[in-house]
């Protein structure tokens, strides 16, 4: 006679490998995204070294700017 105990309990076990497997591969995914993805760590990293150097661009227009404004007035003044 057949014992469906324990088949019921083997497929049992089956579906919760199955469970298992399929979650670590979406973890995997997951992970894999977060790293190399359109919103990853190295494209944050990439963005703030461009916010860095943008940063420094405008704070070094903004001293040529009141350079060329000083030099502006002054030339301004002497005209008048």
Known sequence: ??????VF?????DFKILIV???S???GIYIINLMFGE???SQ?????NTKKILQQRVNNLK?????LQKEY???????G
Not at 44 to 48: A, D, G, P, S
Not at 63 to 67: A, R
């Open 9 to 13: 309990h083997k497929k049992r076990f």
């Open 25 to 27: 591969i979406l973890v």
């Open 63 to 67: 001293k040529e700017n009141e350079k």
């Open 39 to 41: 919103r990853s760590f």
């Open 44 to 48: 944050m990293i990439e963005l703030q």
């Open 1 to 6: 006679m057949i014992d469906f105990d324990n």
């Open 73 to 79: 007035f002054e030339l301004k003044e002497l005209e």
């Open 21 to 23: 497997i399929a979650a």
